[in-house]
């Protein structure tokens, strides 16, 4: 029935009905066993909490159903909540969501849009003296028709399949009860009645009954024993026997009539009669279906997870010729069946569809069992559909050659393939969609959560893998030679392995999961769950199995937390460092100090020369205590909130590379550089930050490129190695004029892969992998770039650390400054610190996001890197020498009406090139005036500067001038004075002409009507 017809209101009836209004499910919420509430005493108070000092919790009564009222839980307000708001509480379920659940709970049938809840009848009597047995079974003539459909519900609706199904409970001995007594004790006689909704049967075996009620609520009273357990039993045994008999008997009897062999030749016959097989089902119910609908033998264990013994299947093999076995299609039927056909590998595997798993009963529990594959297929399509694709674990074939008697003469044995990729699926062998191999699949094999690739070149590994088994099993050498001759494990074998459908996916939008070889990780902004390896049903490649180096098996156990991310009251993101006791973190801390050399300075400003230290000895209490903090106390506040948000910065970086999950919304390339000014030309590094991406590599799937090869990119294959598992992609120390723009797309949109041999394809959305660049300079043009600058995530790192050259007489290197390499000398201990850390830095970016750090030095070192080592010198002598000389105050004044001077573009574009002819060289080409304007915008943001301020722009957002008589004269004559040939430059009166326009620091354009006043020397107003 679909959900749409259900009448939830009727539903809602029925449960508080099954449920004694409500007072059973009170009881399961917060029954004794975990809070205390009693049924038999429900006004009592009980506790609805563990960790309630005082019970305040008690059932109430309102019109029938029953609730609580909580006085210790503001939200009760002194009023009552039903049982059913309870459980939607409690369960977090929806209001519908909790009907269905309890409709499942109290065996509440959903069929036909009518509700009945199936519960048996009850009555208590008294006896004068308990009677012996001290059970009394009261049996019907014959199961009716609706009784029936509790083992199949289709008979209510076919007789011929209701008769069958009547005639094996009859051959069964299993009855349809009218009631079964129970007497105590105390000679008290405990009644349950079948009802039309809740059938109660019994079989019968030797003295003894067993009761099975296929409604029943609880799992464990659904089959009760009368008498003494038979020790043994096997259900559907002695009715196999019985049918194997009567079988040889008509064999026998047609062989006679026949009259064609002799009485020898009958009896050889006959000893070697089989019946085409037997099945061996998970429990009574499949086992009785398999008879009437199946109209196929069968036999059941005591349990699904009872042993098959030798002797049972042997005796089953002498009966059959085949042996079959259906277990459930959760895990447990699935690894019990595998276990038994791994035992007796002649046993064929009947595995029900995974589409049977998709449907519902009537309870909305999804279907299961062989019985549930009987109520939704046909008897044809068991012979013809189920049976054809159920293999044993063997791969080969028996000849059989057969002496005149029918006896075994000769076995031959032959390769099968098709049981082969049954076995090898079985022992986890799969394939894997992979663009990267040329056959389109990687050959895998999955132990528990990990997978590991195979390499399909070297495919013995199947080959000695089916060797190796048959050599364990101690089977005839035989079949051993028959795998060592074969030519059939081949590319053939893995073609026809089924596909690993399950995800590798190791990320949501707000959680990480890592992997170790001992436990797994849960990471979420709220903290780390720990989990035992297989148990998150989450798959990981081998080579993503986080490892201790060096100590491969090493467990990894989950420290305290250090790092404690949060925003304050204020909005500010903050960073708490609760121990900075480990190497990395505290190397981490010091390429944070962006303000180093100032506490260094401040330290020692008013001590004596021996008082001092050097920015390369170690004084062991300040160093522990002030060098190594964010917000050290020789400071000043700016500086200290400048170093902890310059930490947080790089932190939520690293979290953000961690991160695997993709977000186009959030996508950006990382790129690391140092936070210091120096000339352009100047790549000093040795600052740490390719440790960065060196710590990262112990968590990712990288691919890394050598970004200081120019040539990479004119490899068209440079991305051969990125794929679908590729996390992240690191271009490891980036020159200057680095190609950013060539990954624009690959950023957010798509990748087009073009391996060395093999198809192109494309990555895009979860496929695509993060990119994070460290280098010691910025993206070229961008200043003025914002395609470039929306698609970077900038970090910054200090110099603490640093190669010897011009301004640091020595190395200062992270691998030894702690004492000991990083990576290399550290202890298990500290390897699990570090991913503690590393855990913490993923926490700090779900819970901040992303920030910006501190940017003034990198900014002013952008803008040189944008101007370039000839314009920069050049600008601050013309800009600031020989116009500011020109621009005097009478000069504006008698040269413009609202006192703006202004110089065209072209005019210090021609003064550039003129005065450094001979330095550029070939670079001459690249000097347009776009290219000029956007240099001298870099060099305004170089000094604080405003460049074309909006005041003087016109409506297309230009600085334009039409052209005076006198200002032609005068830039003419500055265009002579810089020794501009005239053919180079001249202007023309009554030219409209671009401009620059620069007002320093502090300085706005005046108001028309405003009286001029002259700045000063250190405020002059720059117009171009």
């Known amino acids: 029935?679909?959900?749409?017809?259900?009448?939830?209101?009727?539903?809602?009836?029925?449960?508080?009905?099954?449920?004694?209004?409500?007072?059973?499910?009170?009881?399961?919420?917060?029954?004794?066993?975990?809070?205390?509430?009693?049924?038999?005493?429900?006004?009592?108070?009980?506790?609805?909490?563990?960790?309630?000092?005082?019970?305040?919790?008690?059932?109430?009564?309102?019109?029938?159903?029953?609730?609580?009222?909580?006085?210790?839980?503001?939200?009760?307000?002194?009023?009552?909540?039903?049982?059913?708001?309870?459980?939607?509480?409690?369960?977090?379920?929806?209001?519908?969501?909790?009907?269905?659940?309890?409709?499942?709970?109290?065996?509440?049938?959903?069929?036909?849009?009518?509700?009945?809840?199936?519960?048996?009848?009850?009555?208590?009597?008294?006896?004068?003296?308990?009677?012996?047995?001290?059970?009394?079974?009261?049996?019907?003539?014959?199961?009716?028709?609706?009784?029936?459909?509790?083992?199949?519900?289709?008979?209510?609706?076919?007789?011929?399949?209701?008769?069958?199904?009547?005639?094996?409970?009859?051959?069964?001995?299993?009855?349809?009860?009218?009631?079964?007594?129970?007497?105590?004790?105390?000679?008290?006689?405990?009644?349950?009645?079948?009802?039309?909704?809740?059938?109660?049967?019994?079989?019968?075996?030797?003295?003894?009954?067993?009761?099975?009620?296929?409604?029943?609520?609880?799992?464990?009273?659904?089959?009760?024993?009368?008498?003494?357990?038979?020790?043994?039993?096997?259900?559907?045994?002695?009715?196999?026997?019985?049918?194997?008999?009567?079988?040889?008997?008509?064999?026998?009897?047609?062989?006679?009539?026949?009259?064609?062999?002799?009485?020898?030749?009958?009896?050889?016959?006959?000893?070697?009669?089989?019946?085409?097989?037997?099945?061996?089902?998970?429990?009574?119910?499949?086992?009785?279906?398999?008879?009437?609908?199946?109209?196929?033998?069968?036999?059941?264990?005591d349990s699904e997870t009872s042993i098959l013994p030798p002797t049972l299947y042997n005796e089953l093999r002498s009966m059959a010729r085949k042996i079959y076995i259906c277990y459930d299609l959760d895990e447990t039927g699935k690894q019990k069946a595998y276990q038994i056909c791994m035992e007796y590998v002649d046993i064929h595997w009947i595995r029900l569809p995974e589409e049977l798993g998709k449907k519902k009963d009537w309870r909305q529990n999804y279907c299961k069992d062989f019985k549930n594959w009987c109520e939704n297929y046909s008897e044809w399509e068991f012979r013809n559909r189920l049976l054809p694709v159920s293999y044993p674990m063997r791969f080969w074939d028996y000849t059989i050659q057969e002496d005149k008697s029918g006896g075994v003469k000769k076995i031959g044995y032959q390769f099968n393939p098709q049981f082969a990729v049954h076995h090898l699926a079985h022992q986890n062998y799969f394939r894997y969609k992979s663009n990267t191999n040329k056959n389109g699949f990687m050959l895998?094999?999955?132990?528990?959560?990990?997978?590991?690739?195979?390499?399909?070149?070297?495919?013995?590994?199947?080959?000695?893998?089916?060797?190796?088994?048959?050599?364990?099993?101690?089977?005839?050498?035989?079949?051993?030679?028959?795998?060592?001759?074969?030519?059939?494990?081949?590319?053939?074998?893995?073609?026809?392995?089924?596909?690993?459908?399950?995800?590798?996916?190791?990320?949501?939008?707000?959680?990480?999961?890592?992997?170790?070889?001992?436990?797994?990780?849960?990471?979420?902004?709220?903290?780390?769950?720990?989990?035992?390896?297989?148990?998150?049903?989450?798959?990981?490649?081998?080579?993503?199995?986080?490892?201790?180096?060096?100590?491969?098996?090493?467990?990894?156990?989950?420290?305290?937390?250090?790092?404690?991310?949060?925003?304050?009251?204020?909005?500010?993101?903050?960073?708490?460092?609760?121990?900075?006791?480990?190497?990395?973190?505290?190397?981490?801390?010091?390429?944070?100090?962006?303000?180093?050399?100032?506490?260094?300075?401040?330290?020692?400003?008013?001590?004596?020369?021996?008082?001092?230290?050097?920015?390369?000895?170690k004084n062991e209490v300040y160093a522990k205590h002030e060098l190594n903090q964010l917000r050290g106390v020789y400071l000043e506040p700016w500086q200290q909130e400048e170093q902890e948000q310059s930490f947080i910065n790089l932190a939520c970086i690293m979290g953000y590379m961690l991160h695997t999950k993709f977000d186009s919304a959030r996508a950006v390339a990382c790129w690391i550089s140092d936070n210091e000014e120096r000339d352009v030309m100047d790549s000093k590094g040795g600052t740490g930050k390719s440790l960065l991406g060196r710590s990262l590599k112990f968590f990712n799937n990288t691919v890394s490129f050598e970004a200081r090869k120019s040539d990479i990119w004119e490899d068209k294959h440079m991305f051969q190695n990125v794929d679908e598992n590729t996390d992240m992609c690191w271009f490891d120390d980036a020159q200057l004029g680095f190609p950013f723009d060539k990954i624009y797309t690959a950023i957010n949109g798509f990748m087009i892969i073009r391996p060395q041999y093999g198809k192109h394809y494309e990555l895009k959305g979860d496929q695509l992998p993060k990119f994070f660049?460290?280098?010691?300079?910025?993206?070229?043009?961008?200043?003025?770039?914002?395609?470039?600058?929306?698609?970077?995530?900038?970090?910054?790192?200090?110099?603490?650390?640093?190669?010897?050259?011009?301004?640091?007489?020595?190395?200062?290197?992270?691998?030894?400054?702690?004492?000991?390499?990083?990576?290399?000398?550290?202890?298990?201990?500290?390897?699990?610190?570090?991913?503690?850390?590393?855990?913490?830095?993923?926490?700090?970016?779900?819970?901040?996001?992303?920030?910006?750090?501190?940017?003034?030095?990198?900014?002013?070192?952008?803008?040189?890197?944008?101007?370039?080592?000839?314009?920069?010198?050049?600008?601050?002598?013309?800009?600031?020498?020989?116009?500011?000389?020109?621009?005097?105050?009478?000069?504006?004044?008698?040269?413009?009406?609202?006192?703006?001077?202004?110089?065209?573009t072209s005019l210090v574009l021609a003064a550039f090139l003129h005065e450094n002819k001979t330095s550029l060289g070939s670079r001459r080409d690249i000097w347009t005036p776009t290219y000029m304007k956007k240099c001298v915008e870099a060099w305004c943001t170089y000094h604080d500067f405003t460049f074309n301020p909006s005041q003087s722009k016109n409506s297309s957002g230009r600085v334009q001038l039409k052209v005076s008589s006198e200002l032609a004269e005068k830039w003419n004559d500055i265009a002579a004075a810089a020794g501009i040939n005239e053919k180079d430059w001249k202007i023309k009166e009554r030219e409209t002409v671009d401009c620059f326009y620069i007002v320093a620091s502090g300085q706005t354009n005046q108001e028309e009507d405003s009286v001029y006043q002259a700045p000063q020397d250190d405020q002059i107003e720059f117009e171009f």
């Open 444 to 617: 895998i094999r999955k132990d528990g959560h990990v997978v590991r690739e195979i390499n399909q070149k070297e495919n013995d590994e199947l080959k000695n893998y089916l060797h190796n088994w048959i050599y364990e099993k101690r089977l005839p050498v035989d079949v051993l030679n028959m795998i060592l001759r074969t030519k059939q494990i081949s590319e053939s074998v893995m073609k026809a392995l089924p596909w690993f459908q399950e995800s590798f996916e190791r990320a949501s939008r707000d959680t990480q999961y890592w992997f170790f070889n001992n436990v797994a990780w849960e990471i979420k902004s709220s903290g780390i769950q720990t989990y035992a390896p297989g148990s998150l049903n989450k798959y990981v490649f081998e080579d993503l199995i986080i490892r201790i180096p060096g100590n491969q098996e090493a467990p990894v156990l989950l420290p305290e937390k250090f790092l404690d991310f949060y925003r304050d009251d204020s909005g500010k993101a903050r960073v708490k460092i609760l121990n900075q006791n480990h190497p990395f973190l505290q190397y981490f801390i010091n390429i944070s100090r962006i303000h180093w050399k100032a506490e260094f300075e401040a330290f020692n400003k008013g001590k004596s020369e021996d008082q001092k230290i050097s920015w390369y000895e």
């Open 1 to 301: 029935m679909s959900e749409k017809k259900i009448d939830y209101i009727e539903l809602k009836k029925e449960i508080l009905r099954a449920s004694g209004g409500g007072i059973d499910i009170i009881d399961k919420l917060y029954g004794s066993a975990h809070h205390g509430f009693n049924p038999n005493e429900p006004k009592k108070k009980f506790k609805i909490r563990q960790d309630d000092k005082t019970a305040s919790a008690a059932a109430h009564q309102s019109k029938g159903v029953w609730g609580v009222i909580d006085f210790g839980d503001p939200s009760f307000q002194g009023k009552m909540k039903s049982a059913i708001d309870l459980w939607m509480t409690e369960k977090n379920l929806e209001y519908t969501e909790a009907l269905l659940d309890l409709a499942s709970i109290f065996t509440v049938e959903i069929a036909a849009g009518k509700f009945q809840a199936r519960r048996p009848e009850y009555e208590r009597i008294k006896v004068d003296k308990r009677p012996d047995p001290h059970y009394k079974i009261a049996t019907k003539a014959s199961p009716e028709t609706h009784e029936l459909a509790a083992f199949n519900k289709n008979c209510q609706k076919n007789e011929t399949l209701a008769t069958r199904f009547k005639e094996v409970l009859e051959q069964f001995e299993m009855y349809s009860l009218d009631s079964y007594t129970t007497f105590d004790e105390k000679c008290e006689g405990h009644i349950w009645k079948s009802t039309p909704s809740f059938p109660i049967f019994a079989s019968k075996r030797g003295d003894s009954w067993k009761i099975y009620k296929p409604y029943e609520l609880e799992k464990k009273w659904r089959f009760q024993w009368f008498g003494t357990k038979p020790k043994n039993y096997y259900f559907g045994l002695a009715q196999v026997r019985e049918l194997f008999e009567e079988k040889i008997e008509k064999y026998q009897d047609r062989l006679e009539q026949e009259g064609k062999l002799t009485p020898s030749e009958i009896k050889a016959k006959v000893e070697n009669f089989k019946l085409d097989e037997i099945v061996i089902a998970s429990g009574e119910s499949d086992c009785i279906n398999f008879w009437a609908f199946a109209n196929c033998p069968a036999i059941c264990l």
């Open 773 to 904: 660049i460290t280098s010691n300079f910025y993206p070229k043009n961008i200043l003025n770039d914002d395609s470039t600058r929306r698609r970077i995530w900038f970090g910054t790192t200090s110099d603490f650390y640093h190669s010897k050259g011009v301004e640091y007489d020595r190395k200062k290197d992270p691998q030894f400054d702690l004492g000991q390499r990083i990576f290399d000398d550290w202890s298990v201990e500290e390897w699990c610190g570090f991913y503690r850390i590393m855990a913490d830095m993923l926490t700090g970016y779900f819970s901040i996001g992303q920030t910006e750090p501190p940017m003034r030095s990198a900014t002013k070192q952008m803008a040189r890197q944008q101007m370039g080592p000839i314009f920069f010198p050049w600008a601050d002598d013309f800009i600031t020498e020989k116009v500011k000389r020109v621009a005097t105050a009478e000069d504006i004044l008698s040269h413009s009406p609202d006192p703006k001077f202004k110089i065209p």
